[in-house]
């Protein structure tokens, strides 16, 4: 398999998402429970890029941007990490390295699982009339 390269024209950036995260410390998530990232590298960027080098780390909205999807890379079954992007649908540029604390990240998680058991406490207790 050949590596794949693009270079994007005008104002577009090559990016790829960084993968969702499957744990949270030592709690393991399903994969539907884990978060879409939102955060990517950029791989390769147009001739009229200002703002924006290959390497930085970006923020983007959950559907900005065009999926690739090339049959014969060696993403095949990630697809949806490679995207081309204007620079103007890019949010933010991300400098340093934060990571919320640990207390926080879990308290997410368990506000989610908690609000889903609820939820469906809630459809039971309508269903049988509790």
Known sequence: MSELK?????????????EPKESVGAIILPERHSERSRVATVSAVGKEVKHIKVGNKVLISYYTGVFIHLPDFAFRGKEDLHRIVREDEILAKIVGDYTPPFYIRIWR??????????????????????
């Open 6 to 18: 693009l270079s994007p024209w005008g104002d577009r950036l090559y990016i790829i998402l960084d």
């Open 109 to 130: 998680k368990l506000k989610v699982f908690f609000n889903r058991i609820q939820r469906r406490l809630n459809i039971l207790e309508h269903k049988h009339g509790l």
